[in-house]
């Protein structure tokens, strides 16, 4: 019968501890690595949809509302008014080309089918930009890399975005890395694709 010292079993003990603290390491920076995954997609998934739905609504203003179109000439005069007041208060009510939020830029489209070229990816990448970080290009590009996007706000894919039978369709597409590369894991390709109607 072999005894053990209280010298050895002190010495299994550690050896133990330290088996059991690596692999309890590598599960808690797996959770890690998933839960930033999960954070990306979640926010720029949201600021997708708020683009979407934000141009669709700004294109019935472009069209309805600029220029004093369809107001009457007997209340254009209180119309323009009105928008000296709100521009003086300076609370971003008024849409205009600085504003991230809001654009004065129509998006035309035939009734009738037809797909029109026009140029919503821009578009649709600054109001992404907007909703993500306020507007602030490096902002959004320092979020987008601490979220592990390849390539920041450059690795962002708005080509596939278009309006199709008065549907604006916004379609971001990017590759996510993982926050630990074990073996190589590769990148994941994440397409996140909203539509709305043009009002």
Known sequence: MKYYSKKDESGMVTLEACISVLFFMIVM?????????????????????????SLAVD???????EDGANIPDS???????MVKFLKSTD?????????????????????????????VSEMAKKRFIAY??????????????????????AGLDFSESKIEHGNLRVVL??????????????????KQESVSKLW
């Open 173 to 190: 597409k990017y590759q996510l890395n993982y926050e630990f590369q074990i073996a190589e894991l590769g990148k994941v390709q994440v």
């Open 29 to 53: 920076f797996l959770f890690y690595g998933l839960f930033v995954m999960y954070m990306a997609q979640t926010a720029t998934a949201h600021a997708v949809l708020q683009t979407s739905q």
């Open 75 to 81: 209340i254009n005069g209180l119309k323009n008014l």
């Open 59 to 65: 294109n019935y203003a472009a069209n309805k509302l």
């Open 91 to 119: 609370l971003n009510l008024i849409p205009d080309n600085t504003n991230s939020f809001a654009s004065n830029k129509k998006m035309e489209y035939d009734i009738s089918g037809d797909d029109v070229e026009e140029n």
């Open 132 to 153: 993500l970080a306020n507007g602030d290009d490096d902002k959004a590009d320092s979020m987008l890399k601490n979220m592990n996007v390849e390539n920041g706000l």
